[in-house]
C-alpha cells in the first residue's frame, strides 16, 4: 500500500455530463471543498480526449495536493502519472494492473456482495469499493443493493481494510453509511448535480462527517 494513502471520508467521482465542467474544473471546484481523493470517471468520451482531459486535471490536481485515481483505464493512469486506478470487475485484473503500475500506485476494487468482497482481499489492492449501498440512477447496470445490513457485513468480513461505499448515497445518508462501516462514501451525483454550489456542498459534507 503506499505509504501516503489514507481514505478521506469523502472520495467524489466525476462527471462531465452531469456536472457540466470538464474534469479539471471538477477537480478544482471538489478540492476547494476539501475533496483530497478525486475519482475521474469518464463513460462517453474518447479515449483520446479523455486523456487530454486527465493531463489537465492531473495538472490541476498537483497544485493543490489532491490525489487522482482513474476508474477503469489503466493506460491512461499510467501515461498520466495518476496517483492510481479504479478497477471493476469486468475491467483488467488488478494483479495485472499491479505489474504495470508498480507498488507506490493506488489500486481501489469494485465489489458488489459479500462472496466478491471477501475474494478481493486476496488481491493487490489497497481498497475495495462496496455497492451499491443503496438503488442508484448513476449508472444503468447495476447490481442489486447491499444496503446498511450488507455494509455492516462486509465490515465484518474485511476487518481493518480500508472500505469505501458507493452507490445511492446522499448527503442525508451518508453519515448513516459511515456510522455503518465504510471509511469513505463515495458520491456522484450528491455533490456534481449541485452545480456552481459544488465547493459549498463539498465543504459542508466534508466537515460534517470529518467531525462525527
Do not use: W
Request: aromatic share 4%; proline share 5%; glycine share 8%.
Amino acid at each position: 500500500m503506499p505509504f501516503d494513502f489514507r481514505l478521506p471520508r469523502v472520495y467524489p467521482l466525476t462527471d462531465v455530463r452531469l456536472s457540466g465542467f470538464s474534469h479539471a474544473d471538477q477537480v478544482r471546484l471538489l478540492s476547494l471543498g476539501g475533496a483530497s481523493l478525486i475519482q475521474l470517471r469518464e463513460k462517453h468520451q474518447p479515449a483520446i480526449q479523455f486523456y487530454e482531459q486527465v493531463r489537465a486535471a492531473v495538472s490541476e490536481a498537483r497544485k493543490r495536493g489532491v490525489q487522482i485515481i482513474i476508474n477503469d483505464r489503466v493506460d491512461i493512469a499510467l501515461a498520466c502519472g495518476a496517483h492510481g486506478v479504479h478497477l471493476g470487475q469486468d475491467d483488467m485484473p488488478p494483479d495485472a494492473a499491479r505489474r504495470l503500475l508498480g507498488q507506490k500506485v493506488i489500486i481501489g476494487y469494485s465489489t458488489h456482495s459479500i462472496d466478491q468482497a471477501q475474494k478481493a482481499l486476496l488481491l493487490p489492492i489497497d481498497y475495495i469499493a462496496i455497492g451499491p449501498i443503496f438503488n442508484t440512477s448513476t449508472k444503468g447496470d447495476t447490481s442489486p443493493a447491499v444496503g446498511l445490513e450488507g455494509l455492516r457485513e462486509v465490515r465484518k468480513i474485511v476487518g481493518d481494510f480500508p472500505l469505501v461505499a458507493i452507490g445511492g448515497i446522499s448527503v442525508s445518508n451518508a453519515a448513516a453509511v459511515i456510522e455503518a462501516g465504510a471509511d469513505s462514501v463515495a458520491l456522484i451525483s450528491a455533490l456534481l448535480s449541485a452545480g456552481e454550489r459544488i465547493t459549498e456542498v463539498t465543504r459542508t459534507l466534508v466537515q460534517s462527517l470529518n467531525s462525527a
